[in-house]
């Protein structure tokens, strides 16, 4: 106060009246709201474009902006769609993988889907005319066998020398030596038809591999001296146990015996299952586990979408 006369002195925070009063924040979109309502005149009564007005490159408004780019998440009606076309394809990828295993991958199939009988009741359905395509285990006997270069007992021996072309093996030459043997439990024992056996045979594989310069006289005429050959030896002791997979039917000789029927091969195998799918699958562990995962996720997938569509009908 200065001779009876009061000043008043106003000092502005430099943040501003919004901070330091407590005030409301103001930033540029009410800002824009309110040059808007303001625009519209005195009785809120919208006003037509000005000519005269030109677009404002740093205020890009809903008139400026143009058409908006797609979503990159599809919407909830479409999404359903998604996950089973997704869920298909990664099915049919799946498919794909098995397929490339040729022969060992319905192999595989059949001996973890086969149903297990016991040997007695194989001889039942062979007797009755039923045909199933059933599993059994026992162990593997013969009034005969052979021996090989180490004077192990066979009751069956198969030397198959394989070319590769285009990707895969194929035979060019094969020698199977084979007596009857049968497989038992207990009291109770079948014939194996092992004139039927073919791709099914899973066992141990031995052998060895080189070029077609190794064995020129045994690969067809007109190949290449550096194309793959492998000799591979397949082989059935008769002090083994084996699963064997079949049709049970009478034989020719009116015995109950086990062959191949019903589109289905007969199958031998000496290995436990886990060795036998690795050996179905030749070494090609990284290929089984992308076909099992695809095969297991591309289900999952569709049931997902499935369950996503049911739920949007029911809300």
Known sequence: MTGGRLRTSVVEDPKGPDVAEGGDDINADATVRFLRVADSGPEGTARGPDPARRPDPARPDAAQAGPRAPPLVPSPAVLPLVLVAVGIALFGAG???FRSFGPGARIGRLLAAAPLVTIADARVLA??????????????DTTDQF?????????????????????RWRPIAEDVRAVPFTVGEGLDAIDIDAESLRDGLVVLVRGSAGTAADVPDRVPAGTAPETPVRLRIEQVSSVEHATVLGVPVVGPDGEPRITRGMGRPLVVCTLDRDAAMRVLAEGRRGRAAAASILLVAGPAMVSVGLAAALLGVVR
């Open 95 to 97: 498919l794909a993988v």
């Open 127 to 140: 007797a009755t005319g039923e045909a199933r395509y059933v599993r059994i285990d026992g162990r593997i």
């Open 147 to 167: 021996p090989d270069e180490h004077d192990r007992p066979l009751v069956y021996r198969r030397s198959r020398l394989e070319m590769k072309s285009g990707g």
